[in-house]
């Protein structure tokens, strides 16, 4: 049982190149989240999608895209990458009741140079 | 206002004695909290679930809800070395699609 899978897992990009992260769960679940975590920033939420076709913002979108594909994949986009967003990236899901926790995958270290 | 509030720390505590680390929320509609334990350059890891007031023990943890005074807290007994992390708090509240979660509270469990 692989739960949440993220592709990457290491990245280093030039600065306007574009790059898509890669997020699949195999445990049937409805809500998936994207998240960016800094030094000392804690997890920042960028997107979300409650379930299949619906997606929306969290506290920082600026600058990325995602896309629902189906149930179990949830991508996101970087259109033209910039230094400052350099972070990891954490993929997670849960089911769609308020009561259940999220599962994380092990990241995506995103370098912008 | 943050939603979740932790403090950031460090936390030092010495090997074999209690780690309390605390949380509090301003949503007073906020019905399920979990505990996460992060290592340094790992994933998010779920160790703790709690939905009603009072306590719930698992192993050497035990969670804390008080909704009253809008607070959650963690308690690591016999802290081990491997004890050692960041600690995110999150709650949820009732209907809500997301989790919110705290800046997180860095602990070092001295040997």
């Known amino acids: 049982n692989a739960g949440v899978t993220q592709t990457p897992k290491f990245q280093v990009l030039k600065t306007g190149q574009s790059m898509t992260l890669q997020c699949a769960q195999d445990?049937?679940?409805?809500?998936m989240y994207w998240y960016r975590q800094d030094p000392g920033m804690g997890l920042r939420l960028i997107y979300y999608?409650?379930?299949?076709?619906?997606?929306d913002k969290g506290e920082v979108p600026n600058g990325y895209n995602v896309s629902r594909l189906n149930k179990r994949e949830f991508s996101l986009r970087l259109e033209s990458a910039a230094p400052s967003q350099t972070s990891v990236y954490f993929c997670?899901?849960?089911?769609?009741?308020?009561?259940?926790?999220?599962?994380f995958g092990d990241g995506t270290r995103l370098s912008i140079l | 206002q943050k939603e979740v509030e932790q403090n950031s720390g460090p936390l030092s505590v010495p090997e074999g004695a209690i780690a309390s680390l605390n949380c509090t929320y301003s949503?007073?509609?906020?019905?399920?909290f979990f505990w996460y334990r992060q290592y340094s350059g790992k994933s998010p890891e779920l160790i703790m679930s709690?939905?009603?007031?009072g306590d719930k023990e698992d192993g050497r943890f035990t969670a804390q809800l008080n909704k009253a005074s809008q607070y959650v807290s963690l308690l690591i007994r016999d802290s081990q070395p491997s004890d050692s992390a960041t600690y995110l708090c999150?709650?949820?509240?009732?209907?809500?699609?997301?989790?919110?979660f705290g800046q997180g509270t860095r602990l070092t469990i001295n040997p």
């Open positions: 997670a899901s849960r089911l769609r009741e308020a009561a259940q926790p999220q599962h």
């Open positions: 445990m049937n679940h409805n809500s």
């Open positions: 999608s409650a379930s299949e076709g619906t997606t």
């Open positions: 949503d007073r509609g906020s019905q399920s």
């Open positions: 709690i939905y009603s007031n």
């Open positions: 999150a709650g949820n509240s009732q209907g809500a699609q997301k989790l919110v």
